[in-house]
Every structure is written in C-alpha cells, then in structure tokens.
C-alpha cells in the first residue's frame, strides 16, 4: 500500500513545517490551495496562521464548501493553532465574515492566551501520543470553551481544553510543528490510515 | 559581535528539551516562541495603517498583521523632520481595534522606545531605517525583549547580525515610500544571492566567509547548512500592486510588508484584498492578472534614482 497522501490547506501560514512533519512522520505531504488539489487527498493538515486571513482566503477561493463536504463525509482532518479555530463549529466573538470550516462539536476563544507577550512554552500531556509530554508551543494561542458530547478533549493546560479529538478530526490550540517532534504528526498519519 | 547570545535553530528546534526534562512552568519570550510568532505569517500581508479605521480595513482585507504607525513612509518623506515611534494612544486604537497582531516601529538603537512598545503589548517591533536612527554605531540588543523584532536588510551580512542581536524575522529595507519595488528586488536578490553562494562552499571556507559577511561563524555555518535564513524572511520597502507583491514572493519573500502602496492608492480596501489574493497565488498568473482589474488609482512612484543620498533610508543601518 502507498502512504497516504496529506494535504496541508496552504492559503498562508506555517505550511513549510508542516509539512517537514509530516514527512519526518512517514507521511507523503502535498501542499493544497485549490478545490481539484483537495479531492486528492487521503487526509489534511490545516496549518497555524492568521485565521481571518485563511477563512477569508479559502471563502475567496472557492475551498470552502468543498472542505465542509470532505468533512462531512469522512475525511481526517487536523488543525493546530488557527487550524483548530477552523474545525470548531463555533468561535467567540468571530470577526465580520470570519467563517469556519467546523466539524468539531466545541467552541474555540481566539487568541485565549493573550498577546504575542504572552505566547509560551509549556509541557503537555496528550492522551494517545505515547512517550511522555509534548512540548506545547502556545503562540497568541486559542482555547477551547466548551466542548460537546460528541468530541473528546484529549490534552489540557492550567484547566483549560487546548487539544480535541472527534472521530477522524484533531485539533491543537499548540503548535507541534515547530518543534521537530513528530508524535502529534504520527498519530494523525495513524489515523488517516485508518479511515482509508 | 555578540557571539555569546548566537545559537542555530537546530538547539531551537531540539526535542531534547522537550520530552522528559521540560519545564512545568511556563516559559514566555523563548527563541522557538519569537521565531514561531514569523512562521505563523508566512505567505501573508502586513500592512501600514495609522487610524483605527485602516486597521480595520486592512483586517477585512485579509492582513495577517498590521503595522501601527502615524505616518506612512512617503508622507515621512514629504514632511521631513524627526520620524519616532508612534504616539502611544494611537497605537493602543489600532490594537483595541483589530484582532490581529499588531506591529509597531521603534527608531534604530532607541532601546527605550522598544521598552515603550513592548510595555504596550505591541506583538512585534519592527527596529526600522525608515525612522530616524537614534544611535548611529548600535543596534538594540533584542535578546532582552519578550516582544520578537524584525529588522530590515539589504545583505546576507546584515541580516545575520541582526540575527545574532536578537532579530526573530527579516524584511529587505527596499526603499519605503517611494512605491518603486527596484530596491527591495535588489535586496532580496542581494539575500538569496549570498546564501547561494555559502552553499556551495567547503567547511575550510566557511570560517573566511564569516569573516567578509561581518557575521558570526555559527549562522554562517548554519545559513549554510539550511539554505535559507534561520528565521523567516518578508519583502518590504515599495510594493504598490498585486504584481509587486507576487514578484517579491517568486524572488524568495516568505510573505509581503505593504507600506503606502495601499492607503496612498486610489481604493485602499480593493487594492489590499488584491494583494493578500496575489501575495497566495504568486505562482499563477491568472490569478494576479484577475485581482489586478479594476483597483484604481496606484500610487504615484518615484525613482531611487532622483533621490538624494540623505534621503535613501536603505543606507541607514549597517
């Protein structure tokens, strides 16, 4: 069987580590911007960014319809940073035609954490990445609220939610991708293989 | 040079740290947390705004980040005088204003006005030539900041000492405020030129190419290693049209400052949407013909040429 082939939404953000990650986790990257680049995908990684600028890119575009039809009908996806703001169905205080690609049964707080002053590391512990704590990279990073019965929060820090699992979609409020350790990466591969 | 403070983002991007031993407290202002805030831009737009109400347009427009300022570089041109950091009531406008970063510029070595701009919560500062230069020998030592800084170039060596003062992202300088894109082409060129360069020298060289870039051996070795910068790098400095915006983007530019080329043009909303689209889609041309159409009025240029030596803000610096 040929490795899956994960797509990384690359509208605008850090879709170069990413996709190193994905590579360095025995994944075959392809980086995604147009609808016919989407179809081809096994899985996606939606990157850190600005997420206004991503929401607004993927409306313009044309990739977002067709991204809520993937997830609709199926396919993995994983957001870190803005990439979990995109997979929550509902945000805090969205800005004007700020729209998310949603799926995930929870409500995300943007920037929760603060200012870039405020941005931190941190160690975290995350149910399904064995091999002791990530290290959690917090930039201008947002939190889960609430979260439904539908989804599980898989990782928390200082009491709030910041990583969620549903079904074949995970989301961190952390970026893994700038650390060069690739567990989160690997068991988001596991699980595009799975749903194959 | 400040060796002691140099590192290569290898250590940066280490696990070692990261698994068993890492620290429960929570650690602000890290190399990984400064850099990480640039790569969260990449592929993006930031643009010079000076009232609450641009802000707000650039954000709309899809900016990634704004930079707070009072003037833009060409009325900065027109009026002359003293150019400083922004009041502080108007920064915090633009701040309440929007939910993007927010950048904001101190003068070149004014280290208290980098402490101004970092006690108002600004996200990143940028120590910028187009400002009048507070200190005409040194640069602010940025390794003291929680707040990351980006600062312009117009060499490999030049950014590399940057680097090692503690810069988390470079931008070329261009030649801001003139709406004329040669400079920043010739920056990045310069940039890119350079690294080319290191990479096809042997170890031996490495240590006689630090010495003609003026940069320290460990981010010559490790530029080299990578192939690219350690930290990310913008265009800025002269970009007015989409085209501008995607040409820097081909050259190298990991994303796009837009300084008066939006607010001093004809339909500032239409024209800052245009770009963030044609900053995306660099590689393909029919988009950046498409969101060309229809943006009005650009703003009017002038060649580097016909300026006077004392007003070409990419000389200042070093």
């Known amino acids: 069987m040929t490795a899956p082939a994960i797509g990384v939404l690359a509208l605008q953000g850090d879709v170069r580590e990413h996709v190193a990650a994905l590579t360095g986790a025995g994944a075959r990257a392809v980086p995604v911007r147009r609808p016919g680049e989407l179809a081809a995908v096994d899985g996606l990684v939606i990157p850190g960014g600005e997420s206004t600028t991503i929401s607004k890119l993927a409306t313009a575009f044309g990739l977002l319809e067709p991204l809520r039809e993937r997830v609709r009908a199926g396919l993995p996806v994983y957001g870190s940073c803005a990439g979990m703001i995109m997979l929550a169905d509902k945000i805090l205080d969205p800005r004007s035609g700020q729209e998310t690609v949603g799926g995930i049964d929870m409500i995300v707080r943007r920037n929760a954490f603060g200012r870039q002053n405020e941005s931190f590391e941190a160690a975290v512990e995350v149910a399904g990445v064995p091999g002791g704590p990530v290290q959690g990279v917090f930039i201008r990073a947002p939190w889960v609220e609430s979260i439904g019965a539908a989804a599980e929060s898989i990782a928390a820090y200082e009491g709030h939610s910041v990583a969620v699992r549903q079904g074949p979609l995970l989301a961190t409020a952390f970026h893994p991708e700038l650390t060069g350790d690739h567990r989160v990466h690997a068991l988001f591969a596991d699980m595009v293989r799975a749903a194959r | 040079m400040v060796l002691s403070h140099t590192f290569s983002s290898s250590e940066v991007n280490s696990v070692s740290s990261a698994s068993s031993s890492a620290p429960q407290t929570p650690e602000t202002g890290t190399a990984r947390v400064k850099r990480g805030m640039a790569e969260q831009l990449k592929g993006g737009v930031i643009m010079d705004v000076v009232t609450p109400e641009q802000a707000k347009i650039a954000e709309d427009a899809g900016a990634v980040a704004v930079m707070a300022l009072e003037r833009v570089p060409a009325d900065i041109r027109k009026d002359g005088g003293v150019a400083r950091m922004s009041d502080p009531d108007m920064i915090d406008g633009i701040v309440e204003a929007v939910s993007i970063p927010v950048m904001a510029k101190s003068r070149i070595g004014h280290l208290v006005e980098a402490q101004v701009l970092q006690a108002l919560g600004v996200d990143y500062i940028d120590e910028s030539e187009v400002l009048t230069p507070a200190d005409e020998v040194n640069h602010t030592d940025k390794w003291a900041f929680t707040t990351p800084f980006v600062c312009g170039a117009t060499n490999l060596g030049e950014a590399l000492r940057r680097i090692a003062e503690g810069a988390a992202m470079i931008r070329s300088k261009g030649e801001a405020g003139t709406g004329n894109v040669v400079e920043a082409v010739r920056h990045l060129r310069r940039i890119k030129g350079d690294i080319g360069r290191l990479r096809a020298l042997d170890n031996n060289e490495l240590f006689a190419a630090a010495k003609e870039l003026r940069a320290p051996y460990e981010l010559v070795r490790e530029v080299a290693g990578l192939g690219r910068l350690p930290v990310v790098l913008f265009s800025a400095g002269g970009v007015a049209t989409p085209a501008d915006a995607a040409l820097m983007r081909q050259l190298g530019a990991e994303g796009v400052f837009v300084g008066s080329g939006i607010f ?27 969101v060309s159409r229809g943006l009005g009025e650009a703003m009017v240029g002038i060649n580097i040429d016909t300026l006077p030596e004392a007003e070409r803000y990419a000389e200042r610096g070093w």
């Open chain 2, 264 to 290: 001093k043009s004809g339909d500032p909303a239409t024209r800052a949407a245009a770009i963030v689209k044609a900053t995306t889609f660099y590689d393909d041309p029919k988009v950046v013909a498409d």
